[in-house]
């Protein structure tokens, strides 16, 4: 079952540029993960945002986890062509005790040099 | 160097034929996960794993089989059965139930001729 949607599904901008990224998901969670991929390889973590935090920030990283509308956003500033991947966000699965997550379809990014 | 290793990077299979995935993780984690990705699709869970010789079914589980002997390795068995086995397979572990994050493998992209 699908729990986070990202969107867009693809994104193409200029270096230098912000990038962002959104994911919906349905049911009430007590955290939510994003994970980027590049090409071919395993997923790498980038951040976790717990529900009572409202925005965090890593570097030039900042989400944002609005819960009464199930919505996080992924902003990246000031992109490089380094940043072009594929971006997850993963939510726990059954109340996250067990630790599984479910992860949506993903956010094609391509950043131009 | 700590993380977790597949192997192999490709894997070609016969109709028909059984193959065996290799995860190692040498990070003492507890959990440990095995994905399939298909082209723009997100991950979808195939087996876990909390703690040595025990395993769960995921969402996929079907055609495929795993063991967990060791800690450190959590081997996947794609079976005849499996009736469209071409995919990109990652492993993943968790350090434990207190932590959220997985780490990953760099996958094994098997191709059935």
């Known amino acids: 079952s699908q729990q986070g949607e990202e969107d867009p599904q693809a994104l193409s901008i200029q270096e230098g540029e912000n990038a962002t990224m959104n994911c919906s998901y349905k049911?009430?969670?007590?955290?939510l993960q994003w994970y980027r991929q590049n090409s071919g390889r395993g997923l790498v973590h980038l951040i976790l945002i717990r529900s009572n935090e409202r925005e965090k920030h890593s570097g030039r990283l900042r989400v944002t986890l609005d819960t009464s509308k199930k919505s996080s956003s992924l902003l990246i500033t000031a992109s490089r062509a380094a940043d072009t991947a594929s971006y997850f966000c993963?939510?726990?699965?059954?109340?996250?005790?067990?630790?599984?997550?479910?992860f949506g379809k993903g956010t094609k990014l391509s950043v131009k040099p | 160097d700590g993380g977790i290793t597949q192997s192999p990077k490709y894997l070609f299979r016969k109709e028909g034929q059984n193959v065996t995935l290799s995860c190692e993780q040498n990070?003492?984690?507890?959990?440990m996960y095995w994905y399939r990705q298909d082209p723009g699709q997100g991950l979808r869970l195939i087996y876990y794993?909390?703690?040595?010789?025990?395993?769960q079914k995921g969402d996929i589980a079907e055609g495929y089989s795993v063991s967990r002997e060791k800690k450190e390795s959590f081997p996947l068995t794609v079976t005849s059965a499996q009736k469209n086995p071409t995919a990109f397979y990652l492993c993943a572990s968790r350090r434990s139930v207190a932590y959220n994050e997985q780490f990953f493998g760099p996958g094994t992209r098997l191709t059935v001729l």
């Open positions: 049911t009430s969670i007590n955290n």
């Open positions: 990070l003492n984690h507890d959990a």
């Open positions: 794993s909390q703690i040595v010789n025990d395993f």
């Open positions: 993963a939510t726990p699965r059954g109340g996250g005790s067990q630790g599984n997550l479910i």
